[in-house]
C-alpha cells in the first residue's frame, strides 16, 4: 500500500522558479502533497501554470488558494508578504503549517509572524537554491537535489510542524539545517545579497560607459564579466526587495567588502605582490572547499 502524502493539500502563494519546482518535484514524487494548489499575481501565470500541469488546482485570490490547505508555502518576494498574510490569514484552516521560501528571515518572522492565527503553525525556511530565471517556466524537479534548505523556527514553535516541513524539504532533495534568524541573516548577506549586490553594481558601471567603450565590453566580455550578467538576470522585485529586508546584515557586509577591496586596491598600487597572491590563495582554497562539499 503506497504511503500517504506528507500533506493533503499543499497551497503555494507565487509560482515563480521556487514554486514551480516544489510543484514539480511534488507531482513527480507523488509522496508530498495530495493536492497542489497554485495562486500568481495574474491569471496569465495561472493560465500558464495549467498549460504546464504542475498544479491540480490555480486560484487568482490567495486568500481561496489556502482553503483547507493543511500547508501554506509563501514563494512570492519577501515585500509582498504582510499583504499577502494579512490576505490569508482569515482563511487559514486550524492546524496548518505556513512556510515560505524567503531569503530573509527576520522581515519575514517580523511581517508575517503577528498574522498567523492560534492554532497554526509557523515555519520560516529558505531554500539555498536558484537561477537566475523566473516564472512558472523556470521551474525543475531537480532544482533542491543536494542544496541547503534552511529553517528558521521562531522560539515555541511546534517541533512537529518544523519536522514536517523539514521532512517536505527532504522529499524535494535538500538537506536540512535549522538556524537562529538573525544568525541566517548574516550568513546569507555574506553568501548571497552580497554577490548579487557587486553583480549588480558592475554591470550597472559597465551600462553606464561611454556608448563605444560599452559595445567593446559587450562584445569582448571574459568568462568573469559573463558570470556576473548571469548573477545580474536575475528578478529585480524579489532582490529589490531582499537588499531592503536584510539591509542591516547586507550593509555590514558591504562595509567589510569595501574595506577589503581598499586594501587590495593599495598592494595593487603599491605593487604588494604577496598581498595579492596571498588574496588569491585563499580564494582558490575557499573555491575547492565548496567543490569537496558539492555546493559548487
Keep these: ?67 483547507g490547505a493543511d500547508c501554506v508555502m509563501l514563494c512570492a518576494p519577501v515585500g509582498a508578504y504582510a499583504a499577502l498574510a494579512e490576505a490569508i490569514a482569515p482563511h487559514l484552516a486550524p492546524g496548518a503549517i505556513v512556510t515560505d521560501v524567503g531569503s530573509t528571515k527576520q522581515s519575514v518572522i517580523r511581517d508575517v509572524g503577528p498574522l498567523i492565527p492560534e492554532g497554526v503553525h509557523f515555519v520560516p525556511g529558505h531554500p539555498m537554491a536558484g537561477t537566475e530565471f523566473s516564472g512558472p517556466d523556470a521551474g525543475f524537479a531537480t532544482l533542491f537535489d543536494g542544496r541547503w534548505c534552511l529553517l528558521t523556527p521562531p522560539a515555541g514553535t511546534d517541533p512537529e510542524a518544523v519536522e514536517r516541513i523539514a521532512e517536505l524539504w527532504r522529499r524535494c532533495g535538500s538537506m536540512i539545517e535549522v538556524m537562529e ?18 553583480a549588480f553594481t558592475i554591470c550597472g558601471t559597465a551600462d553606464d560607459l561611454a556608448d563605444e567603450s560599452r559595445q567593446q565590453v559587450l562584445k569582448f566580455a571574459a568568462a568573469g564579466f559573463r558570470d556576473f550578467t548571469r548573477i545580474a538576470a536575475s528578478d529585480p522585485v524579489m532582490w529589490r526587495d531582499v ?48 567543490i569537496e562539499l558539492k555546493q559548487a
Design 1 to 67: 500500500m503506497a504511503e500517504a502524502p506528507l500533506f493533503k493539500r499543499l497551497a503555494l502563494i507565487g509560482i515563480g522558479l521556487i514554486g514551480s519546482s516544489v510543484a514539480r518535484v511534488a507531482l513527480q514524487r507523488g509522496d508530498i502533497a495530495g493536492e497542489i494548489v497554485a495562486n500568481a499575481r495574474t491569471q496569465a501565470s495561472l493560465d500558464r501554470v495549467m498549460e504546464l500541469g504542475i498544479a491540480h488546482r490555480v486560484e487568482l485570490d490567495p486568500a481561496e488558494a489556502v482553503k
Design 181 to 198: 534568524p538573525a544568525h541566517h541573516d548574516r550568513v546569507v548577506a555574506i553568501v548571497s545579497h552580497l554577490p548579487h549586490l557587486i
Design 243 to 290: 537588499f531592503l529586508n536584510n539591509r542591516e546584515a547586507l550593509l555590514e557586509m558591504l562595509a567589510r567588502f569595501t574595506e577589503d577591496a581598499q586594501a587590495m586596491a593599495r598592494a595593487v598600487r603599491w605593487g604588494d605582490a604577496g598581498y595579492i597572491e596571498d588574496k588569491i590563495v585563499r580564494s582558490r582554497g575557499i573555491r575547492k572547499s565548496l
